[in-house]
């Protein structure tokens, strides 16, 4: 479970940059004009990523693998306390 958790994270990891490496940066259809030579980069454009579908499937993969590690971690940290049992009754 933890080499699957692993793999997840790392394939959204990889389906997020292939998307933004793709031609046009994952940019498809955008209602923004192209910003004229010359012109001053707005502040943060560097950081902007227009969402696509290959983004979102990115990003699902990268969560699925980041809750399938938290979950055996915090799985193993349960059953590595050694606590006793609670007796019911």
Same mark, same amino acid.
């Given at each position: 479970?933890?080499?699957?958790?692993?793999?997840?994270?790392?394939?959204?990891?990889?389906?997020?940059?292939?998307?933004?490496?793709?031609?046009? @940066?994952?940019? @498809?259809?955008?209602?923004?004009?192209?910003?004229?030579?010359?012109?001053? *980069?707005?502040?943060? *454009?560097?950081?902007?990523?227009?969402?696509?579908?290959?983004?979102?499937?990115?990003?699902?993969?990268?969560?699925?693998?980041?809750?399938?590690?938290? *979950?055996?971690?915090?799985?193993?940290?349960?059953?590595?306390?050694?606590?006793?049992?609670?007796?019911? @009754?």
């Amino acid at each position: 479970m933890l080499g699957l958790g692993v793999v997840l994270a790392a394939a959204g990891v990889g389906v997020f940059w292939v998307t933004n490496l793709a031609p046009g @940066g994952g940019a @498809g259809w955008s209602a923004y004009a192209p910003l004229e030579p010359g012109d001053p *980069a707005p502040p943060g *454009a560097g950081w902007r990523v227009l969402w696509t579908r290959g983004h979102l499937v990115g990003a699902a993969l990268l969560v699925l693998g980041l809750l399938l590690l938290a *979950a055996v971690g915090g799985w193993l940290l349960g059953r590595r306390s050694g606590g006793r049992p609670v007796s019911g @009754g």
